[in-house]
């Protein structure tokens, strides 16, 4: 692999080593916007937090509290301290991070990046399986985790690494050994780490259609770049403005919405461990949010709670986004009769970091996914990869400042990159006016109320259970929740079919990966539809496959 041009300040040296070969790299564009000119070293922690380090601005709103900026300048700098000091974290060390939202995850995230770490957040419903292969695939000694979830967390990094890693804990009282204690002897003050612009900040992990989880590299400079671009010139934020949402610091969405983009604005952001419809309006009305960030599903049951017969005041929201999945045309008209409110819809990806599609309020059509966000290039492609007429169906394709690095991953690597663009896997039609509409998958992942399910993933699941012999999971066609996960059955010869046995192996699904994942419908088949070569033919299952008798 040809080295990148500038030094880099990484000790451990992982992640560059096994990024992707240059020529499997798409194109970036940083000319397109004056704000994207970054200096050669950069630590995009540091540059977001450091200048308001003698703010007593709020930055952080909690139930029952609030952190100034002051004061989360001070928790970042010790708990990089602790980093570095105590647990002996070196620039390029990965560190894992595994708790609900709260003002310490965030603290972390920043305290990772600014020792010149690579943070890897993982979102609390994952399980032991789960979190084993993203250490193992990234090579994590370290975890911080909030004490709630511990066991679990200490059992995947000892699977994974042995007794060679550490599990540090957090919010469960200042006990010896935590963070907080660790912490609370430390000063003030942390001088950020020499990283290079291109050094990497964080992996992100997304499901793959394979089944496996694909570590994504984003390095310093992408960081600021999607706080430069999406809401700068469609959200248009200020400092005044109070920053709330739905989706985990785990998910790009979510650490952009939520942290990375008040931060850049110096505005605050509201932080709720339990993020249900209720939770979520409860917590605008009482700390006045003015931006709110969430999915599809959930803003069809907030427009229901939030309505003329609703209980809750959402007088001070201004802005409300919306991504994950499509958002239909008629969730949009009907939250806009509920609340008045034009919901921002977009596309991003765990790939690209954050969205690169979406449109300003005073330029929204209603079912349509928007314009290219400035910064960034798009277009409608043919499997050629050439550009197709305004208004037939193709590929979308993307390329920005921001863009596809898998971790050691060089085939996943070259089905999303073409030709130096991003190929998002998504089938998208673009009208004579620019505004690009969402026209369904193009592989084999099911967007379910937000979340990416790779179906394999869950089949892999259900072969484990002694009463399935094959089993083929798609997404279906929902109202509510865009796609169910849909398995179709063939059971073992001594397993007879039933509500208990739906009941048994969704629960053994449950128990093995996140919950969130589990099909929610289960139809027992004769047989599987199949090529003569033995391949699953999941398209005929989602058309509705009907088995011979």
């Given at each position: 692999?040809?080295?990148?041009?500038?030094p880099?300040?990484?000790l451990?040296?992982?992640?560059?080593?096994?990024l992707?070969?240059?020529?499997?790299?798409?194109?970036?564009?940083y000319?397109?916007?004056?704000?994207?000119?970054?200096?050669?070293?950069?630590?995009?922690?540091?540059?977001l937090?450091?200048h308001?380090?003698?703010?007593?601005?709020?930055?952080?709103l909690?139930?029952g509290?609030?952190?100034?900026?002051?004061?989360?300048?001070v928790?970042?700098?010790?708990?990089a301290?602790?980093l570095v000091?105590?647990?002996?974290?070196?620039?390029g060390?990965?560190?894992?991070?595994r708790?609900?939202n709260?003002?310490?995850?965030?603290?972390?995230w920043?305290?990772?990046?600014?020792a010149?770490?690579?943070?890897?957040?993982t979102?609390?419903?994952?399980?032991?399986?789960?979190?084993?292969?993203?250490?193992?695939?990234?090579?994590?000694?370290?975890?911080l985790?909030?004490?709630?979830l511990?066991p679990?967390?200490e059992e995947?990094?000892?699977?994974?690494?042995?007794?060679?890693t550490?599990?540090v804990?957090?919010?469960?009282?200042?006990?010896e050994g935590?963070?907080?204690?660790?912490?609370?002897a430390?000063?003030?003050?942390f001088?950020?780490?020499?990283?290079?612009?291109?050094d990497?900040a964080?992996?992100?992990?997304t499901?793959?259609t394979?089944?496996?989880a694909?570590?994504?590299?984003h390095?310093?400079?992408?960081?600021?770049?999607?706080t430069?671009?999406?809401?700068?010139?469609?959200?248009?934020?200020?400092?005044?403005?109070?920053?709330?949402g739905?989706?985990s610091?785990a998910?790009?969405y979510g650490?952009?919405?939520l942290?990375?983009f008040?931060?850049?604005?110096?505005?605050?952001?509201?932080?709720?461990?339990?993020v249900t419809?209720?939770h979520?309006?409860?917590g605008i009305?009482d700390?006045?949010?003015?931006?709110?960030?969430s999915?599809p599903a959930a803003?069809?049951?907030l427009?229901g709670?939030?309505?003329p017969a609703?209980?809750y005041?959402?007088s001070s929201?201004?802005?409300?986004i919306?991504?994950?999945?499509?958002?239909?045309?008629?969730?949009?008209?009907?939250?806009r009769k509920a609340?008045?409110l034009?919901?921002?819809?977009?596309?991003?990806s765990t790939?690209m970091?954050h969205?690169?599609i979406?449109s300003?309020?005073?330029d929204?059509?209603p079912?349509?996914?928007?314009?290219?966000?400035?910064?960034y290039?798009?277009?409608?492609?043919?499997?050629n990869g050439?550009?197709?007429?305004?208004?037939?169906v193709g590929?979308?394709a993307v390329c920005g400042?921001?863009g596809?690095?898998y971790?050691d991953?060089p085939?996943r690597?070259?089905?999303y990159?073409?030709?130096?663009?991003?190929?998002?896997?998504?089938?998208y039609?673009q009208d004579?006016?620019?505004?690009?509409?969402y026209?369904?998958?193009?592989?084999d992942?099911i967007?379910?109320?937000?979340h990416?399910?790779?179906g394999?993933e869950?089949?892999?699941v259900l072969?484990?259970?002694?009463?399935?012999?094959e089993?083929?999971?798609?997404g279906?066609?929902?109202?509510?929740r865009g796609?169910l996960?849909?398995?179709f059955?063939?059971l073992?010869?001594?397993?007879?079919?039933?509500e208990a046995t739906?009941?048994e192996?969704?629960?053994?699904?449950?128990?093995?990966i996140?919950p969130?994942?589990?099909?929610?419908?289960?139809?027992f088949?004769a047989?599987?539809?199949r090529?003569?070569?033995?391949?699953?033919q999941r398209f005929?299952?989602r058309q509705?496959?009907?088995p011979p008798?």
């Amino acid at each position: 692999m040809s080295p990148l041009h500038e030094p880099t300040g990484h000790l451990d040296t992982f992640c560059r080593d096994f990024l992707p070969p240059r020529e499997l790299w798409p194109r970036f564009h940083y000319d397109a916007l004056p704000e994207l000119a970054y200096p050669p070293r950069l630590n995009c922690a540091a540059e977001l937090l450091d200048h308001r380090r003698d703010s007593e601005r709020t930055a952080i709103l909690f139930p029952g509290g609030r952190w100034s900026y002051r004061e989360l300048h001070v928790a970042v700098n010790r708990v990089a301290r602790v980093l570095v000091e105590d647990l002996g974290v070196v620039p390029g060390n990965r560190v894992l991070l595994r708790s609900p939202n709260t003002p310490l995850l965030a603290a972390c995230w920043l305290a990772v990046v600014k020792a010149g770490g690579v943070v890897v957040c993982t979102m609390p419903m994952l399980r032991r399986r789960e979190l084993s292969y993203i250490a193992g695939k990234a090579r994590i000694r370290l975890a911080l985790t909030d004490a709630r979830l511990a066991p679990e967390c200490e059992e995947a990094m000892h699977a994974a690494g042995g007794e060679t890693t550490r599990v540090v804990r957090f919010q469960g009282g200042a006990g010896e050994g935590s963070l907080e204690a660790l912490m609370s002897a430390k000063p003030a003050d942390f001088a950020p780490s020499d990283t290079a612009a291109d050094d990497v900040a964080a992996i992100l992990f997304t499901s793959g259609t394979t089944g496996q989880a694909k570590g994504t590299l984003h390095f310093h400079r992408d960081v600021l770049a999607v706080t430069d671009c999406f809401p700068r010139y469609v959200l248009r934020p200020t400092a005044d403005d109070i920053f709330c949402g739905s989706p985990s610091l785990a998910f790009a969405y979510g650490i952009g919405g939520l942290l990375l983009f008040p931060l850049r604005f110096g505005a605050t952001t509201l932080l709720l461990e339990q993020v249900t419809p209720p939770h979520l309006l409860q917590g605008i009305q009482d700390h006045r949010a003015t931006i709110c960030f969430s999915v599809p599903a959930a803003f069809r049951v907030l427009t229901g709670l939030a309505g003329p017969a609703g209980n809750y005041d959402l007088s001070s929201l201004r802005r409300c986004i919306s991504a994950g999945e499509t958002l239909p045309a008629a969730t949009w008209e009907a939250f806009r009769k509920a609340t008045g409110l034009r919901i921002i819809d977009g596309i991003g990806s765990t790939e690209m970091l954050h969205q690169f599609i979406s449109s300003a309020e005073g330029d929204i059509r209603p079912g349509a996914t928007g314009k290219v966000v400035p910064g960034y290039q798009a277009k409608v492609v043919d499997e050629n990869g050439e550009e197709v007429p305004r208004g037939e169906v193709g590929r979308l394709a993307v390329c920005g400042p921001t863009g596809c690095r898998y971790l050691d991953d060089p085939e996943r690597q070259q089905g999303y990159v073409q030709n130096g663009w991003n190929l998002t896997g998504d089938a998208y039609r673009q009208d004579a006016d620019g505004y690009f509409w969402y026209q369904a998958r193009t592989d084999d992942m099911i967007v379910s109320s937000g979340h990416n399910i790779a179906g394999p993933e869950v089949e892999g699941v259900l072969l484990e259970h002694p009463k399935v012999r094959e089993c083929g999971v798609v997404g279906i066609p929902d109202e509510e929740r865009g796609q169910l996960v849909k398995a179709f059955i063939v059971l073992s010869p001594d397993a007879e079919p039933g509500e208990a046995t739906v009941k048994e192996l969704q629960d053994f699904v449950k128990a093995q990966i996140a919950p969130y994942k589990y099909p929610r419908q289960i139809e027992f088949v004769a047989s599987l539809p199949r090529t003569e070569t033995g391949k699953l033919q999941r398209f005929r299952l989602r058309q509705g496959f009907a088995p011979p008798a």
